[in-house]
């Protein structure tokens, strides 16, 4: 057993955990990081948010090519190598994990490997390889991260139903896949094997898709999709049989085939389930609740003032981004600021094709809040460069504040949705109103003029000077 004292331990290497550690370290204090992987970088780097993207690159490319033959460009069928696309998502995550390996050695950030546990208010011990580590601490961050969300009903041990990981490591291309729950996650695994050939059933028990975005951005991204997505709304599955042959799932509700359907492997993508009751928390003081989140103040403190939790553990949305800049703030708060998390906006972007985007206030979360609101939009059909670029099925949205004009919400769906959404959020920061947008000068032709031209369809975006 070997023994480690520190001022700071991090709890989990995920996007919150090393954003903590590293801006602890940079202002000075003594810190240790804990992970039971040996690659730092959490659920984003390893099974999430970056490799996804790389092979939703992969699918973006085999898509535009494709359509390009309408264009009086034809490739033929694309051929596909799996160990080459695997390779080439590997090297992306192996990149940017040994990116962050670096930076930790940079910033003598220890790196411990192994499952920790706490084993009082100031004691860690963590279960590694090579024996258990003891690690005493004046102040720590819990940065556990979630874990994906499995159904009783659906058979666990059966290789063809698998999760957001299991779906990442592209071990073949199933020629019919049901995709269960019509959620960021399930919708971008969905659109990277339609690009490969597979056939995606896509079931939501909800009456929409993606059910945080506006109803109007969602429907633009169905209408688009509709020939590639067979999507079942307001249904649910309510067995799984494993057969030698197949899948065989039921379904029961509004759009429910009447016979179970065969499917070759189900992606279970539900949702994600917080970590914190998997730490030993309590024996540390800290309250988590009865779904595993950890309730923290602004500054992302605990009940307990020495501790501290971020990320995917204390709560909605589980965006990577969000987990970094709560990280940020425990560690500024550790170190003697006075920081505190309070963003007007937390962005969201499924990278669909279609990307839809949305940041600030929905309309639904205007509405539910009592805010007297207006919106404008600005449809993609009438975009110069949408128009070339053959990505006419898009819409830019901005929701303004009724009384002030300040735009306190937006949300698009088109192409590169989620390039064009930090306009947005830094507008919606700042307190800009319609005029401020309107009277920007953004590029011709470039898909961001939607949103300056939506501020300018906007009622009164542009006054008279006084
Ligand atoms: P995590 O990234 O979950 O990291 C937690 C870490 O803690 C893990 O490394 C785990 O091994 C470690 N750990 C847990 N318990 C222990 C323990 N007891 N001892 C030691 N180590 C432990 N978000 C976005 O913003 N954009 C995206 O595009 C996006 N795409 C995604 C795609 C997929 C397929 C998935 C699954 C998620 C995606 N997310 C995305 C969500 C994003 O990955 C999470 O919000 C983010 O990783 C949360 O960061 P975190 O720091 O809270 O924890």
Redesign the pocket.
Known sequence: MSEIKTQLVV???????YSAAFRAADLGIETVI????SKLG???L????IP??ALLHVAKVIEEAKALSAHGVDFGAPKFDLDKIRDWKDSVVDKLTGGLAGMSKMRKVKHVQ????FTGSNTLEVEGKDGKTTISFDNAII????E?VSLPFIPQDDPRVID?TGA?EMKDIPGKMLVLGGGI?GL??GTVYSALGTQIDVVEFLDQLVPAADKDIVKIYQKTVKDKFNIMLETKVTAVEAKDDGLYVTFEGKQAPSEPVKYDKVLVAVG?RP?GK??DADKAGVTVDERGFINVDKQMRTNVSSIFA????VGQP????K?VHEGHVAAEVISGMKHYFDPKCIPS?A?TEPEMAWVGLTEKEAKEQGISFETASFPWAASGRAIASAATNGMTKLIFDKDTHRVIGGAIVGTNAGEMLGEIGLAIEMGADAEDIALTIHAHPTLNESIGLAAEMYEGSITDLP
């Open positions: 709890l989990g290497a995920g996007p919150g955990g804990v992970d039971v992987n959490g659920v984003c390893n099974v999430g948010c996804s993207k192994g499952y920790g546990k940065a556990a991260g979630s994906p957001s990442l996650i971008e695994m994600r970590n998997l730490v971020i990320g995917d553990l589980m965006l990577a981004h987990a972007v990278y």
